[in-house]
């Protein structure tokens, strides 16, 4: 069992950045993966980006490319998420999620909900324009 731990939301206008962080304590030792997911008002709850914990390897949705990057610390099993030029649409509940699971190396993780068995509480992001 493992407790995502988000910090790092507030209030920004648009083109500011901000950044994430979240803290995965339990047992969380093998390359697994990480995510960070958002859900707006009314809204399903997306998939923003991904990282393995061992081989490093991002996944993003297109919505963010270019803006977001997902960077992870193996050591303090720490993930970030680096938001810059953000948009009013990014506005969100962003919740940090981590998955207890062996994932094979080389192989990114899905942008699923199905692909994470742990929840942070979330961190609300606001844009205003």
């Known amino acids: 069992q493992v407790w995502p731990v988000e910090s790092g939301g507030g209030s920004v206008q648009a083109g500011g950045s901000l950044r994430l962080t979240c803290r995965i304590t339990?047992?969380?030792?093998?390359?697994?993966?990480m995510g960070w997911f958002r859900q707006a008002p009314g809204k399903e709850r997306e998939g923003v980006a991904t990282i393995t914990r061992f081989d490093n390897i991002e996944s993003y949705h297109d919505s963010v490319k270019g803006r977001f990057t997902v960077s992870r610390d193996e050591a303090k099993n720490t993930i970030f998420l680096q938001m810059d030029s953000l948009k009013p649409e990014d506005t969100a509940l962003y919740y940090c999620?981590?998955?207890?699971?062996?994932?094979?190396?080389?192989?990114?993780?899905?942008?699923?909900?199905?692909?994470?068995?742990?929840w942070g509480q979330g961190t609300q992001v606001t844009v205003s324009s």
């Open positions: 999620a981590a998955d207890t699971r062996l994932h094979p190396m080389n192989v990114n993780c899905l942008l699923t909900r199905s692909e994470f068995n742990f």
């Open positions: 339990g047992n969380f030792n093998s390359n697994n993966c």
